[in-house]
């Protein structure tokens, strides 16, 4: 068993607001859930396009996917992927407040086969989680202001031009409602 | 002439002019187990969660066997359920939602109208569609929740009757 991203990550109060305007889940299980897409990810393309090199060389192969992934990595001639967080997915938040709330405390658990998949397929597994997670961020404080303004502009009132200020100014409504409170309020199963 | 990057060919044209996109986004799995006594009382069921899904194709690798798909770029998605229920009791209502991180989607709300009773037949399919926005890293799961009996109804393994499936349109 191997720990990642033990050095956890922080977000701003406005941060975890414009995720939860959105998610129904927290923070980390959003990011969980992201890293058990990544291992996925790299187990079956490291599967997919080295099974046969590994079936050539053996009269028969073990039937548990762990030592599958360990022996095609162990071939003199298998090549790490190096991926990386791309652009157009790759944003920054523009974030004003201080990064106070921890939500990655105790880092993520991975088996040592899933951890040496995304090291052979990500140039940097954290490092692309953590992109994944601001970026996440970014794209939920932009939706945030996007689906908020127009309520404003409507009622004639002032609007912040800062994200974190518009945020947290939105949010202190006595009509405002987050993803679960809508969902609660329209009847949706969790 | 095919379009490649360093690591994959994307684009690959062929010399009657068809082209296809061998690594874009595209997954199909069915289930091939039925799922016996899973809801019917209100209980919320994942798809996948019970019996593993059988993968038809999965392109780019982004969809895991217990019914999750985890977006490997920001964009919308269109994502297709069918769903096929039986042993349905005195079931009242078939719920199913696409449940993505963004935002849920009621794709199915079927009334006692709607739903099959009779013995031998009471197998009642739902065949639903939509365009999610997901960004990079977010999950798209299927639940199927169906009230008003016991938790006595199953979810019908099929061929081509119970699957989940998704491609990335833009």
């Not at chain 1, 360990?70 to 090549?79: A, N, S």
């Not at chain 1, 912040?160 to 679960?180: C, E, G, L, P, V």
């Not at chain 2, 069915?30 to 994942?46: E, K």
């Not at chain 2, 169906?146 to 979810?155: E, P, Q």
Request: contains cysteine; aromatic residues 10%; hydrophobic residues 35%.
């Amino acid at each position: 068993m191997k720990k990642l991203c033990l050095n956890g990550h922080k977000i701003s109060n406005a941060d975890q607001k414009a995720l939860d305007h959105y998610l129904l889940t927290t923070a980390k299980e959003w990011a969980q859930a992201a890293l058990n897409g990544m291992v996925n990810k790299s187990v079956k393309t490291i599967y997919r396009d080295w099974i046969e090199i590994y079936k050539s060389k053996h009269e028969e192969i073990p039937g548990d996917i762990s030592q599958i992934i360990m022996g095609i990595l162990e071939m003199p001639e298998f090549k790490p992927y190096n991926r990386v967080v791309e652009e157009p997915d790759r944003e920054k938040p523009q974030r004003d407040d201080a990064r106070e709330d921890e939500i990655w405390e105790g880092g993520f658990d991975v088996e040592d086969y899933q951890d040496a998949a995304l090291r052979a397929f990500y140039k940097d597994p954290e490092e692309s989680l953590y992109d994944y997670m601001e970026n996440k961020i970014a794209k939920r404080k932009k939706a945030f202001i996007r689906d908020c303004e127009p309520v404003l502009l409507n009622e004639g009132k002032p609007i912040a031009s800062r994200h974190d200020k518009f945020i947290k100014d939105f949010t202190k409504r006595q009509d405002y409602k987050n993803r679960r409170q809508r969902d609660e309020a329209e009847g949706i199963n969790f | 002439m095919a379009t490649n990057n360093n690591l994959n060919t994307y684009i690959v044209p062929t010399s009657t002019n068809e082209v296809t996109m061998p690594s874009q986004v595209a997954f199909f799995a069915r289930l091939a187990t039925t799922d016996s006594n899973v809801t019917g009382d209100g209980t919320a069921f994942t798809f996948g969660s019970g019996n593993a899904l059988t993968e038809i194709y999965d392109q780019n690798s982004d969809f895991n066997t217990n019914g999750t798909f985890t977006a490997p770029v920001t964009g919308r998605y269109d994502l297709v359920v069918s769903n096929q229920i039986e042993d349905t009791g005195a079931a009242t209502t078939y719920l199913i939602e696409i449940i993505t991180s963004n935002r849920t989607y009621i794709v199915a709300n079927v009334g006692p109208q709607g739903i099959a009773y009779s013995a031998g037949a009471d197998i009642t399919l739902v065949h639903s569609a939509v365009l999610a926005d997901m960004d990079a890293a977010d999950t798209a799961t299927v639940q199927i929740t169906v009230s008003g009996t016991g938790k006595t109804v199953d979810i019908r393994a099929s061929t081509v009757g119970t699957f989940f499936q998704g491609t990335l349109i833009c």
